[in-house]
T-cell receptor, first 114, second 115 residues
Framework: AQSVTQPDIHITVSEGASLELRCNYS??????LFWYVQSPGQGLQLLLKYFSGDTLVQGIKGFEAEFKRSQSSFNLRKPSVHWSDAAEYFCAAYDNNAGNMLTFGGGTRLMVKP | EPEVTQTPSHQVTQMGQEVILRCVPI?????FYWYRQILGQKVEFLVS????????KSEIFDDQFSVERPDGSNFTLKIRSTKLEDSAMYFCASVRGTSGTYEQYFGPGTRLTVT
């Protein structure tokens, strides 16, 4: 069955440090891939998406993600984290052949130390 | 920028009661979704809706659940007889087209608490 896995439930980084959040997918073919952010009490906001082409995609708020087919991964990165980045991050996948819906990973809660 | 809205933001209900969660999707969007997130768990797909009928539904979406688009703007999720395990955050989403290349826009969610 199709699935999305985020191995890290919690991550704490210091403000100004770099960040990488991991995401792996298990699909028969390469799905469309997304990263969403959820701030406390808020809905899900799209950070970036990958459909095809350049495997390094840029998103909002200084985030980027790299698609690696060989590793079935789509890790989210940010070179310098700001305190306002503290939130929950969800990786999600969409496959036209596997239903018209997003499949989400379990989420990674990011905490930022001053 | 257009956005998906949901009401209420928080609903408390007693077990066995009916609840209706409301969503106003973005006006030119064609597909509508409900997802839910039980506290501490992942966001799960419930149902998708297109052209005034259910397009797909998950195993979670049993006979206790129904969806409706009663007019040109609202999209509702009804739970007929709520159970404790229905307590969750419910998200509505809408999308312009069927392909995954279109972004799903999510509302802020309704937190449902069943006591």
């Amino acid at each position: 069955a199709q699935s999305v896995t985020q191995p890290d439930i919690h991550i704490t980084v210091s403000e100004g440090a770099s960040l990488e959040l991991r995401c792996n997918y298990s699909y028969g073919a390469t799905p469309y891939l997304f990263w969403y952010v959820q701030s406390p009490g808020q809905g899900l906001q799209l950070l970036l998406k990958y459909f095809s082409g350049d495997t390094l995609v840029q998103g909002i708020k200084g985030f980027e993600a790299e698609f690696k087919r060989s590793q079935s991964s789509f890790n989210l990165r940010k070179p310098s984290v700001h305190w306002s980045d503290a939130a929950e991050y969800f990786c999600a996948a969409y496959d036209n052949n596997a239903g018209n819906m997003l499949t989400f990973g379990g989420g990674t809660r990011l905490m930022v130390k001053p | 920028e257009p956005e998906v809205t949901q009401t209420p933001s928080h609903q408390v209900t007693q077990m066995g009661q009916e609840v209706i969660l409301r969503c106003v999707p973005i006006s030119n969007h064609l597909y509508f979704y409900w997802y839910r997130q039980i506290l501490g768990q992942k966001v799960e797909f419930l149902v998708s809706f297109y052209n005034n009928e259910i397009s797909e539904k998950s195993e979670i979406f049993d006979d206790q659940f129904s969806v409706e688009r009663p007019d040109g703007s609202n999209f509702t999720l009804k739970i007929r007889s709520t159970k404790l395990e229905d307590s969750a955050m419910y998200f509505c989403a809408s999308v312009r087209g069927t392909s995954g290349t279109y972004e799903q826009y999510f509302g802020p969610g309704t937190r449902l608490t069943v006591t």
